[in-house]
């Protein structure tokens, strides 16, 4: 089977290609690049510091202490917006052109077979390169292995198994994604028995507790997988898919993959706690004293560590896509210099990204959720009468989650994508409204998880399974817009310092490991859009009734 579309491929002309080269000087070329890196930096700057300066004011005026080695934490922090333009633009000049140029491409020249053989490699080397999964493994050295020996085993003994297992879910994700796009199937007969099967794996795991104590983990799995380098991705092709079968003007075109992908890992990664845990041996070891204190012997060791963490991530993805494109569809796409400077760039960047976080985001996060405690704990000696430095964290955590959404740059595209899919009927404000809400509500449900020491079942599933019913109810559209909506909500710097906070507030007050709390934070913005969607619906068809 072959999907077939036509499409018309325009090259260079000969004159184009005879055109004299235009020569610039050095200072020249910096009067043109420096505005636009510039304009990138500031970007980044408007995403990453605003929240960093929420920490220290909260740590200053509400905690009442001082901030510690604030050099290595403002020194982390400008390396880590420098590392992230470099990352994005890489992936903006290299992966995504040629991203677009295989989604195009591929469905109209390739068999149904190789399509989804593609889509599913394409999954896992994504996964594999995502900045974020490394936050997670960097989360593990402030596990206790004699409290939770399966968490300690997947984060800091066998850390592959996870990753691998994290990859091969996504990969199944996209092909699956790509089939619908294909064939034209509905999300909901996709969503709703993965759900519901994670549901149970849940249920059944919180009765052993080993394998309860991973339970947070496989669901903020789904939470953190959806970062900048998957998601440009598979959303190009989806889109080229969509093009070619002639799908991409319906309501799932260019809709519904993300929220797949971020679904599918939760029960890959519950099934591998249960086979790990039916065999696993109790961890030995003592716990690092924080989420982020990974012991180096060095800063040189620490950049080694980091630059090599950057070149696996990145390079697989690179090299599959250039040689994909050029020796199995035999494109030429993007000039090769513009290519290589594209992966350069995104390796530099993750690299200074996985140094910046290792030496100083972190320790920002570390340093704020070791001192939350003190705000209601212990009584009579803590800042505040204890219910009330209770509801002080729990509100920490709502307006951490909320700001923190407002400024992810993927989710501000995606609430222009809604509002011109549903033709205004969702406006960008509301839909950007509904999802920063929920995840503030999450993140505080979260918080008030650790601080009053509720079980996380207690707040994870009743929303998920109310999550199921909606999903049944609403519309198509909807629940396309509604997964997507909460898988975009986790960005690179809001992921790990949400991780640091909760584990280091989690060892703080002895409750739990501090997981689960990015998982809660991605329920509730699906929750609601879910809800709206059905209130547009009611006011559509009350509209229609008052027309006729």
Known sequence: MRITATRTISGSSDADLSRPRIRVTFSQAAEILLPYFWHLIKDQILIVVPVCLYLAFVQFTILQYSLTKIGAIVGGISIVIIGLTFFLEGVRIGLVPVGETIGDTMPRACSLTTVLFFAFILGNLAAFGEPVIGSLQMAGAGVDPQKAPLLYRLLVQDPMYLTLTISLAVGVAVVIGTARFIFNWSLKPMVLPILGLVILLTLYSARDH????????????????????????????????SRATGHADSSMGGFGLVGLVSIVPIAAVVLLTLTLGSSSVEATGAASPSAHSVIHESLAAAALDSFLLGLRAIAPIFVFLWCFMRFWLKEEGIPASQFILGAVFAVFGLFLFNFGLSIGLGELGNQVGNRLPASFHPPGGALYPS????????IFGIILGY?????????????????????????????????ALGVGVGAGFGMLSLVYQVDL????????????????????KYVNIAWDGGAVTTGPVTVPLKLAIGISLSHATGFAEGFGILALASAYPVLNILLLGLYVKRKQIENQSEVT
């Open 457 to 476: 079942l207690v707040l994870l599933l009743p929303p998920y399974a109310l999550l199921f019913l909606l999903t049944v109810l609403n519309a198509e």
């Open 387 to 394: 219910e009330l430095g209770k509801a002080l964290v729990v």
């Open 403 to 435: 700001g923190a959404t407002l400024a992810e740059p993927a989710f501000n595209v995606l609430g222009q994508q809604v509002e011109d899919v549903t033709q205004g009927a969702f406006k960008k404000w509301l839909f950007c409204q509904a999802v």
């Open 210 to 241: 080993n394998l309860a104590t991973a339970i947070g983990l496989a669901w903020d799995t789904g939470a953190v997988i959806v970062g900048p380098v998957l998601c440009p991705l598979v959303l190009a092709l989806g889109l080229g898919v």
